[in-house]
């Protein structure tokens, strides 16, 4: 590792989905922790806060404008409607490392201990690529909410999928580090999966999660079952082995249950059987709906990937013209369009 020599610039990217209740106060325990960053001379003083408003219906967007018209340090970028978290943070990385040296990724409610960017910063001056915020301690979080994730990570690992465990999406990177990430060009992006792969000196740092301070968690039961399939569909064809396997198993099966058919027959109690023949029905018939939807699941996933649609829409950027024009015209003119929206 190579210690680096001059100040870093960073960025840090907050994706924000109606986080009208909450943006006030992160904004200005993020402001504060920058400031102090800057006036170490940890990082550049051009380094900035970039909110990604994920197509919020709320006054989020209009909250991220008054930001940036009080002070430089806070820049927007504004979907053309809600594209997910991982959109959000794609979006963020890949308009950031074009000027930015270091990018950390933080959710908008500071749940994920701010303070511990500091720390980030200082390991990122030590040499490291990638620093992974980990929680050490889930007791804030809800039973189900805990056991839940115990399960997936425990599930992903048994599947063959590398990931942190109890890693959210908090996390410093360098520039190449992010431009390695940006390589990857699923539209479906699963970043907690692709990161441990990118390689790159990388290292962990632990912190207690605060719970919510304002608003509501956006990721109800449903979106969590999605989030969880994409990690695991888009992953690993492990559970294509497994339908494989199970059909093994049951044509293993099915010959014992030939073999045990013809000793009746032999026996002369043919009539016998109508249960089994039932509960064989039954049995095959959802396995083989469940395999098929599987299998679907996978052709699905290829032929959304096929289509190489984007993966999603900026609608306004004041990220770039802070770094290349600085009357950004542009911009005015979106953030006019915006009001009539
Ligand atoms: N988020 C987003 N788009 C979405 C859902 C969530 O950008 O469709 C953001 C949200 O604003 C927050 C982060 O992702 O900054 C994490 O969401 P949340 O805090 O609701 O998740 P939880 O902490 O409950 O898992
Ligand atoms: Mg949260």
């Given at each position: 590792m190579t210690k680096k020599e001059t100040t870093p610039r960073l960025t840090l990217v907050v994706p924000c989905y109606n986080e009208e209740p909450m943006l006030p106060t992160s904004a200005r325990v993020l402001h504060d922790i920058m400031t102090r960053l800057i006036t170490a001379q940890q990082i550049t003083a051009d380094?900035?806060?970039?909110?990604?408003?994920?197509?919020?219906?709320?006054?989020?967007?209009?909250?991220?404008?008054?930001?940036?018209?009080?002070?430089?340090?806070?820049?927007?970028?504004?979907?053309?409607?809600?594209?997910?978290?991982?959109?959000?943070?794609?979006?963020?990385?890949?308009?950031?490392?074009?000027?930015?040296?270091?990018?950390?990724?933080?959710?908008?409610?500071?749940?994920?201990?701010?303070?511990?960017?500091?720390?980030?910063?200082?390991?990122?001056?030590?040499?490291?690529?990638?620093?992974?915020?980990?929680?050490?301690?889930?007791?804030?979080?809800?039973?189900?909410?805990?056991?839940?994730?115990?399960?997936?990570?425990?599930?992903?690992?048994?599947?063959?999928?590398?990931?942190?465990?109890?890693?959210?999406?908090?996390?410093?990177?360098?520039?190449?580090?992010?431009?390695?990430?940006?390589?990857?060009?699923?539209s479906h992006p699963f970043i907690r999966g692709i990161i441990p792969q990118l390689?790159?000196?990388?290292?962990?740092?632990?912190?207690?999660?605060?719970?919510?301070?304002?608003?509501?968690?956006?990721?109800?039961?449903?979106?969590?079952?999605?989030?969880?399939?994409?990690?695991?569909?888009s992953f690993s064809v492990a559970p294509i082995r497994a339908v494989l396997y199970a059909g093994i198993i049951i044509c293993g099966g099915a010959l014992a249950m030939l073999l045990w058919i013809l000793i009746q027959h032999f026996r002369g109690m043919v009539v016998t059987g109508w249960s089994s023949i039932m509960l064989s029905l039954w049995f095959l018939g959802g396995f083989q709906l469940v395999a098929i939807s599987i299998i679907g699941e996978y052709v699905g996933r290829s032929f959304t990937e096929a289509k190489h649609r984007p993966r999603f829409i900026i609608q306004t950027d004041t990220f770039t013209p802070a770094f290349t024009d600085t009357k950004s015209t542009v911009t005015e003119f979106h953030l006019d369009h915006q009001s009539i929206k």
């Open positions: 380094s900035k806060i970039l909110f990604v408003d994920d197509g919020s219906q709320d006054r989020t967007w209009g909250l991220i404008t008054q930001l940036r018209h009080e002070d430089a340090l806070f820049t927007g970028l504004k979907f053309s409607r809600n594209y997910g978290q991982e959109a959000a943070l794609m979006a963020g990385m890949q308009v950031a490392h074009r000027y930015a040296d270091l990018i950390i990724t933080i959710d908008a409610d500071l749940q994920d201990d701010p303070q511990l960017i500091f720390k980030m910063v200082a390991q990122a001056h030590a040499g490291f690529d990638i620093v992974y915020g980990v929680r050490n301690d889930r007791s804030t979080d809800t039973w189900f909410k805990r056991s839940t994730a115990e399960g997936f990570y425990w599930f992903m690992k048994k599947m063959g999928v590398e990931l942190v465990p109890n890693h959210s999406d908090f996390r410093l990177m360098s520039r190449r580090a992010v431009a390695a990430l940006m390589q990857f060009k699923e390689g790159f000196p990388s290292t962990r740092l632990y912190y207690k999660r605060a719970p919510r301070q304002a608003g509501t968690s956006k990721y109800p039961l449903r979106k969590m079952i999605r989030f969880a399939l994409d990690g695991l569909f």
